[in-house]
């Protein structure tokens, strides 16, 4: 059973950093595509970064030049950092493992999830 943990998660203010973690357990290809995805309230769950193993990193529009995503095999371990932090990334944060190697923005590329950590942004 494949199991993904987030932390990291908290309330900054506005231009403020985070750095989130995902430690990944079970059986499940190291190699293969992970991403972090966010739902804020009372909207739909949103692409925010993927990384493939080869270290190829995408990034929503929302994020690029703010945030960064990578990766640790050697700890079965997906990070996000967080920098300038707006009140409009106010969402709860989940990470996501992929049984291809390849990424996709397609949600449905993604089969397993965490249960997601809450990250709150102040102005």
């Known amino acids: 059973q494949v199991q993904l943990v987030e932390s990291g998660g908290g309330s900054v203010q506005s231009g403020g950093s985070l750095r989130l973690s995902c430690v990944v357990s079970g059986s499940i290809e190291s190699r293969n595509c992970m991403g972090w995805w966010r739902r804020a309230p009372g909207q739909r769950r949103a692409e925010v970064a993927m990384?493939?193993?080869?270290?190829?990193?995408f990034y929503a529009d929302a994020v690029k030049g703010r945030f960064t995503i990578s990766r640790d095999n050697a700890k079965n371990t997906l990070y996000l950092q967080m920098n300038s932090l707006k009140p409009e990334d106010t969402a709860l944060y989940h990470c996501a493992a992929a049984q291809r190697a390849s990424c996709s923005w397609e949600k449905r590329t993604f089969t397993y999830w965490g249960q997601g950590t809450q990250v709150t942004v102040s102005s």
């Open positions: 990384i493939e193993n080869d270290g190829d990193t």
